[in-house]
């Protein structure tokens, strides 16, 4: 098991675009989280799945973003009419459930939005 | 709602020095916990060292150790002999004690970062 996998790393789209992006968690981690980070913040919540179920979104998380995760494995987050606003970086994450674990996570994809 | 304060954005320290860095927090939880991530300037975040709140004895992971006052809410972390390794931004976060998982998000500080002079 290689860790947490996202892709892309970087994605540049114009506005108005959509884009669409990967998570593939630990296997045997059975909660997902998605998370967006700006320069110099910290990273903020944005939903969080258990197994296939989305249990928690963010308000940060306008109907401009969905996200899945069919069968509980990997998930995808999609941003629909993509805004200046959004560049970022995204930040997926996984753990095994059971409070005292902190996250494994992944390395990003980093949008940028011109 | 649940907050992390990091007041400090920029530390720097020499090496093989010790340095502490400062974080608070707000919850009117009794159970919860705390975690210190590392996030070097490949981006990934590295889970540094966890404290259950519960827990009177402070943790403790190699040249890593925290200062956990849970009256006060504070939650630092001390690195004793300083590596140029360990240069990065540190986040303190935030985690309710939720075993059902409806509640199981992380609260991060807005992080602090950390420099070391060789």
């Known amino acids: 098991d290689t860790g947490v996998s996202q892709d892309p790393r970087h994605k540049i789209t114009k506005r108005g675009q959509n884009v669409t992006f990967r998570c593939d968690p630990i296997?045997?981690?059975?909660?997902l989280y998605w998370y967006r980070q700006t320069l110099g913040q910290g990273p903020e919540f944005l939903t969080y799945?258990?197994?296939?179920?989305?249990?928690?979104k963010s308000r940060l998380l306008s109907d401009r973003f969905s996200a899945e995760r069919p069968k509980g494995s990997f998930s995808t987050l999609e941003i629909q009419r993509t805004e200046q606003g959004d560049s970022a970086m995204y930040l997926c994450?996984?753990?095994?459930?059971?409070?005292?674990?902190?996250?494994?996570f992944g390395s990003g994809t980093r949008l940028t939005v011109v | 709602a649940q907050t992390v304060t990091q007041s400090q954005p920029e530390m720097s320290v020499q090496e093989a020095e010790t340095v502490t860095l400062s974080c608070t927090y707000d919850?009117?939880?009794?159970?919860?916990?705390l975690f210190w991530y590392k996030q070097p300037p490949s981006r990934q975040m590295i889970l540094v060292i966890r404290?259950?709140?519960?827990?009177?004895q402070n943790a403790t992971e190699n040249r890593f150790s925290v200062n956990f006052q849970k009256a006060a809410k504070s939650f630092s972390l001390k690195i004793s002999d300083s590596q140029l390794g360990d240069a990065a931004m540190y986040f303190c976060?935030?985690?309710?004690?939720?075993?059902?998982?409806?509640?199981?998000?992380?609260?991060f500080g807005k992080g602090i970062t950390l420099s070391v002079r060789p």
């Open positions: 994450a996984s753990s095994s459930g059971g409070s005292h674990y902190g996250y494994t």
């Open positions: 296997s045997e981690h059975n909660r």
């Open positions: 799945f258990q197994n296939e179920a989305q249990l928690e």
């Open positions: 919850t009117s939880e009794s159970d919860y916990y």
């Open positions: 404290q259950e709140a519960y827990k009177q």
């Open positions: 976060a935030y985690r309710s004690e939720d075993w059902s998982g409806a509640n199981s998000k992380l609260t």
